[in-house]
């Protein structure tokens, strides 16, 4: 259900020239341990002003949108609700347009699914999204990620984690080496 819905959104976004790459669930699946998901999260590279290519797409996807008034709920939120109505499976698609988005873009890794290329996040850009949600369920799935792939890019991400600790007053750094140093 999810691979054959996962195929489609990036034959289509690549069709589009839509730059993007998974998150969520989906991505820790592909680096961590196996869980249950019910969504597909999706970081777009492209803001706002693309949003009538992005509602094409998903009509074209045939989603349904999830959201009443979709222009203002996206201008307030980032965030395109969607639904597949045969599966139930929600997809959001996220836009984006910091510097760190653009780059964690670039370093996402291809996967072929079925002779579909399909762009998933790098594990340590994974890593930063779930620290920066920080959920309990996210610091669950970094933990399995870290225990999983011990040779991850450390650097990379405590240099991004400070960067969003000085620009949204965080703590992001100290909850990955409290995480890190347990792994």
Do not use: C
């Amino acid at each position: 259900m999810f691979k054959d819905l996962i195929k489609k959104i990036a034959v289509e976004l690549a069709a589009g020239q839509i730059p993007y790459m998974i998150i969520g669930g989906q991505a820790v699946l592909l680096y961590g341990e196996p869980r249950l998901t019910r969504d597909i999260d999706i970081t777009l590279g492209v803001g706002v002003e693309k949003l009538p290519v992005i509602k094409a797409t998903v009509r074209a996807l045939g989603l349904e949108i999830e959201a009443e008034n979709i222009d203002d709920f996206v201008r307030e939120t980032m965030v395109f609700p969607a639904a597949e109505a045969k599966s139930g499976i929600r997809v959001d698609f996220v836009f984006s347009f910091s510097p760190y988005e653009r780059q964690a873009i670039e370093r996402a890794t291809t996967i072929s699914f079925d002779d579909v290329p399909v762009r998933f996040a790098a594990l340590e850009d994974v890593v930063i999204h779930k620290v920066v949600a920080g959920r309990a369920r996210d610091l669950e799935d970094i933990h399995s990620i870290l225990l999983k792939n011990p040779g991850y890019d450390r650097e990379y991400i405590r240099s991004w984690l400070k960067e969003l600790d000085d620009a949204l007053e965080g703590n992001f750094l100290g909850k990955f080496n409290a995480i890190a140093s347990q792994a």
